[in-house]
């Protein structure tokens, strides 16, 4: 074809062409090509190239991609050209060069590989001389799966950066620039039946803010794993063990291998109305420490006289039990099943001293619904809390009849002491007889509107710790409303708004702002428009965000994006989706062509 001309628009409102001086459609490879090409939008030339080849069914093919552009505050304009290499059926790569203003050229590139017992995939990043911190800085990651066979698996997950601020410096999304650990891990599994086992290698890489830093992790060299589980033994009983070898490793803080066992059986008593579930337990812990290195701080920062080799048995016994009630209730008008379901859930574990063993992994667990009804009060393996305790809750839920959909969800609960712990870590044990009051509720209320509030409240101290009220107005696709406020005791007070709204035909805007009332600042501010016909759609979106203590960057994504074609800028859906909860992508819906009728 001469002087071809392409697009999905409808008949008389043909926004946007691709045209070519010369095209050719060739039905035995399923190949297009076009010479002299260009995309005209509005009448107004966008992107010019003098040879184009394109697969006219889904398949890859090689050849550059769309260009994207857009500008940050960190790297200034931006401009990609990415080309991708379809090497095989099974192997890929794209390479993308990157051009920034502020920068310089960055070189960029991702292979990828698939086979049938193994896949994975390299990224590299090298720029070798930026303009602003006059260095060479780079970046890889290599991720890895592979299936042995006979229930053998393995993976790799292998990351680097050249130095602190790289993501901070040239990244454009707070998912990147947040990123403070980076790992270093190979793993070995093992699974079959009851049995599962796993051989990890756990190092870090440890990106510091200045104003803010963290202290390292242990690494892990090695980490052994071995766990059973199996349900219904002797016919009556669930029985299950994990055991636990690890050699943990640091520079600057105490060192020493730890193997952990806990087997334990449970007996579950079931029927329509409740449950009753006794179960009993013992924990086990060896510790052999670096003799040249227990005058070292722990994880916590804490120095004390460790002993170099340590053990601790703890029996642990829980009785879990609930029941259900139901009866036929009215919510807003509609038929539904009301519940009403207590449950008490008593733990016992005996004290023993256990300030002389390290703190390798371990913290202070959050205290929620979920931690409220676990048998230790601290995560990891170095503490186990004694407990004389027993945990009181109560849920009503509202279920539609019809369809078992939950529309409505209250539950409370509080943790009584019979005895005060005496186990601590880093603060205090409490020493009073009961724990903090938790209360929630949230569902669906209408088919338009949902909530969701949490409170924790201290009724030893009458103080409110902490709470969060959350609403979702969404009456149709497109239509969204969220509000959302976080407080907690002394230390965080937030607002956070987001959404997407319809404000005149084919337009909406979106946004978000997320503001700390207890600092006065923003902390991170996103606003959108987007324009939609029938066959295009225009996005700009601007985010501004913290990377660092005292840091902040922006950035400006513009996308054109052209129905049944590509599009053109950058991307600004996963900062979309990833801001505002629930949002929905608008898609312009252009008429599909048969090239058979040309």
Known sequence: MDDASYTTCGVGKEDWWVRANEMEINRTTNVGVGRHAWIEFKGVPLLYTPYISFPLKKQRKSGFLTPSFGTTGNSGAEFTLPYYWNIAPNYDATLTPRIMSKRGIQLGGEFRYLQPNYSGELQAEWLPNDNVTKSTRSAYRLKHGQNFGAGFTGNLDLQKVSDNDYFRDLSSLVAVTSQTTLPREGALNYGSGPWSAGLKIQRYQILQDPINPIVPPYERAPQFTAAYNKLNVFGWADARAAAEFVDFDHG??????????????????????????????????????????????????????????????????????????????????????QTLEPRLYYLYVPYKDQSRMPIFDSGEADFNFAQIFSENRFAGGDRISDANQATLALTSRFIEAETGQERLRATVAQRYFFRAPR??????????????????????????????????????????????????????????????????????????????????????????????????????????????????????????????????TNALFLQLELSGLSSLGTNPLNVLKQNIGGFTQSKPHGEDLNLDEF
Request: glycine share 8%; proline share 5%; net charge positive.
């Open 252 to 337: 600057g803080k105490v060192r020493g291998k730890r193997f952990t066992l806990h087997p334990s059986l449970s007996v579950p008593f079931t029927r329509a109305y409740g449950y009753l579930t006794p179960k009993l337990g013992l924990h086990y812990t060896q510790y052999n420490l670096d003799q040249q290195s227990t005058a070292l701080p722990d994880a916590t920062g804490t120095l004390r006289n460790y002993n170099v080799s340590a053990n601790r048995t703890l029996p642990i016994f829980s009785l879990d039990s609930g029941l259900a009630f139901e009866r036929q209730a009215n919510l807003f008008g509609q038929a539904l099943t």
């Open 423 to 552: 186990v601590a870590l880093t603060s205090a044990a409490p020493t009073d007889k009961i724990s903090d009051f938790l209360a929630s509720i949230g569902g669906q209320i209408t088919p338009a509107w949902s909530a969701d509030a949490a409170w924790q409240y201290d009724p030893n101290t009458s103080h409110t710790e902490r709470y969060n009220v959350g609403a979702r107005y969404n009456p149709a696709s497109g239509k969204l409303a969220n509000l959302t406020y976080r407080f907690n005791r002394n230390t965080l007070r937030q607002v956070d708004l987001s959404g997407q709204w319809p404000v005149a035909p084919r337009w909406q805007v979106m946004g978000r702002w997320n503001y700390s009332i207890q600092d006065k600042k923003t902390l991170e501010t996103l606003g959108g428009i987007e324009y939609l016909e029938g066959c295009w759609a225009v996005r700009v979106v601007a985010h501004r965000f913290q990377t660092a203590t005292q840091k902040t």
